[in-house]
């Protein structure tokens, strides 16, 4: 399998942190936001790794990342040119992942569990997608599933009357027919290529299957939700190829 980060988007909501600086480089923890990902990705032993990010913030990834050979990783980069919406950004993943199935990950998203079990899941299913949801409190917010008989049946995307209390995390799993199911797609009215409109059409083939995520998991694209993250990462220590000094005294 791949990996396909995406972290382009504006980042509006977390202005004015955001006006120089990519979502995805703000600090969550000891580390910048998209090292939460990447170490997901590696720990699955996913290295062959695609990061889609805006024109603007292009050369400061570049700059933080690399080709990925001191994280043990190799990383391959692309060009989001617009803000397009999440499917958008992943319909430029289609050349890099050729026939393969992918693991998808939102660069705002931070959680605490591996994806190995889930991931290992998904390499059994012989077809269609996978995606992981979480209890939460303002499920209004999110991607939310309505479940019935222990089958997601819809997605709504941030409904004012959620039909359930999880949110569709943003780690996807994939097979490569999610390029011809985005060719499909019309912007939705925030003018973007919706992946819960993705993830819609694989339910009406019957091929979306979900898990529970364990652990803490949350978003990092507001502020409220960065100062979340901040706390539930404070305590996580990647493998020292990303780069934290652990000489340094652990406060
Ligand atoms: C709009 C857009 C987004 N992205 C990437 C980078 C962002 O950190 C990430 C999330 O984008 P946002 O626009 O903040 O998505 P958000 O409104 O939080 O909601 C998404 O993420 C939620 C989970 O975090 C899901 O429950 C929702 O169904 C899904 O639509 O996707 C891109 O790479 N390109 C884009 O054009």
New binding site residues.
């Given amino acids: 399998m791949k990996g396909v980060i ?4 504006t980042g509006t909501r977390l202005y004015p942190l955001t006006k120089v600086t990519n ?2 480089l703000l600090p969550v923890g000891r580390y910048p936001m998209i090292f939460h990902a990447i170490s997901k990705l590696k720990e699955a032993d996913i290295q062959n790794i695609l990061v ?1 990010t805006g024109k603007e913030h292009m050369g400061d990834v570049v700059n933080l990342l690399g080709s990925g050979n001191e994280m043990g990783v190799s990383f391959t980069f692309k060009v ?1 040119d617009e ?4 499917a ?2 992943l319909g430029l993943a289609e050349q890099f992942i050729g026939n393969e199935k992918m693991v998808v990950i ?4 931070v959680f605490s569990e591996s994806i190995v079990p889930y991931a290992n899941n998904f390499k059994m299913q012989p077809r269609g997608a996978k995606i992981l949801i979480k209890e939460v409190h303002d499920p209004q917010r ?2 939310v599933p309505q479940i019935s008989n222990n089958f997601i049946i819809n997605i709504e ?1 941030k409904p004012k009357n959620p039909k359930s209390n999880y ?4 780690i996807y799993m994939y097979d490569s027919s999610v390029f011809d199911i985005i060719k499909t797609l019309h912007p939705s009215e925030r003018g ?1 290529l ?3 409109d993705v993830n819609n059409f694989y339910i009406a083939k019957s091929q979306l299957t979900y898990d529970i995520l364990g652990g803490w998991w949350t ?1 990092a ?1 507001t502020h409220l939700s960065l100062t979340k993250a901040n706390e539930l990462a404070q305590e996580i220590v990647l493998p020292k190829e990303f780069g934290y000094l652990r000489n340094e005294r652990i406060m």
């Fill in positions: 995406l972290a382009g988007g979502k995805h889609v989001q803000a397009g919406g999440i958008h950004a939102l660069g705002d998203n999110y991607g995307e949110a569709v995390t943003g973007e919706e992946i819960t978003d694209g």
